[in-house]
């Protein structure tokens, strides 16, 4: 008899026999949705308790709970029920992603280490052949695996990190005096069209990361001898105009129905890129006038305003909006520390402490606010 899981259609054949003639509850192997099976029958989904989202109705329940709607002895089942608690399965399916990522990076980082250890040991044709054989080898498992399943993906982000240590080795061998910037660029442009293929969110922040190193390691290659065209202030700028553009397309397509960028752990480290690169800008501009310009000022301003409308109305992103409070904070403290510390005057520490507490204070209050607000 063949079963299969009205969630995510994984099916499989079992023995008629062993299921009884009223029906068994089983469990999807790869989604873990549970469901009844009977025999011959539609398999009809079961939920006796929501499926595990972090965090969520947590507080609702507690609150309950600390009201006195709730007994205190029934919480823990409330919040299993809820899915606000994690259980075995939960656990082993984290369990199991931790030990598969963490392998997949230890396993390129071993091949980078071996190769450092063992430079001089090795021959040329050596050399290549362990990571060209170990590249394919991860490329290889990534198609039989599938893309589709986690462990295709991990393949694929071994074979990544792989082409890295690969354009690493030919520089190293035949000395081509490419600058790091070069290494970066090439690595990037190379794993682009598999990036692109994968639909994977941290592939994706893998080559973002290559990016930043590229233009950041460009900068350190030219600035000396461009540096009247090339300044740090001008860094900066590149280096959050590539993140805010990254995560306004990241924005758009997850809005437009992309499932795989659905999650919001990667946005949020692009948008804390995007956002650290815009306050640095802002406290160099308080700090120095002359080298980086009013112009600063206001394009912090501006992805302020951006972020408040994006992520107050239409996404509603605690994080991010936690991020700006905690920027704001930052460049005020920046701005009265550069005007009222430069005669060491004690009442000045005095009022910045006070003025970084109350506006801590209120940003707080505010994200209670808006948390409310989303809860509802």
Known sequence: MKIECPSCHFSADVDAARIPPKGANTRCPRCATAFRVVPDATPAPISPTLPFRFGHGRSEILTWATDGRLAVEKLPRALRLAGALPGPLEW?????????????????????????????????????????????????????????????????????????????????????????????????????????????????????????????????????????????????????????????AWELAAGRGVSWLAERWAPRIVATASLGYATLLAAWTIVDHDSVGIAALAGYSVWLACAYVVYRHRIRDLYVLALGVLSLVIV??????????????????????????????????????????VEA
């Open 92 to 248: 082993r399916r984290f369990l199991d992603g931790l030990a598969l990522w963490l392998g997949a990076v230890c396993l390129a980082a071993a091949v980078i280490f071996f190769f450092a250890y063992n430079w001089q040991e090795l021959g040329h044709f050596t050399r290549f052949g362990i990571v060209e054989l170990l590249l394919a080898a991860a490329i290889l498992a990534s198609w039989r695996l599938g893309l589709e399943r986690i462990a295709g993906k991990a393949a694929l982000l071994v074979a990544t990190l792989l082409v890295g240590a690969l354009l690493a080795l030919v520089g190293q061998t035949y000395q081509t005096g490419a600058d790091p910037w070069e290494l970066f660029a090439t690595w990037a442009l190379c794993v682009l069209p598999w990036v692109a293929v994968a639909r994977f969110a941290p592939l994706w922040l893998v080559w973002l990361t290559l990016v930043n190193l590229a233009v950041g390691l460009y900068y350190h290659a030219f600035a000396g001898l461009f540096g009247f065209l090339f300044g740090t202030e001008t860094l900066w700028w590149v280096l959050a105009g590539v993140n805010t553009l990254a995560l306004a």
């Open 332 to 373: 005020v403290a920046v701005f009265l520390g550069n005007n009222l510390l430069r005669h060491g005057d004690a009442g000045a520490f005095l009022f910045i402490g006070l003025v970084v507490l109350g506006l801590s204070a209120a940003g707080g209050w505010w994200l209670r606010v808006v948390a409310r607000e």
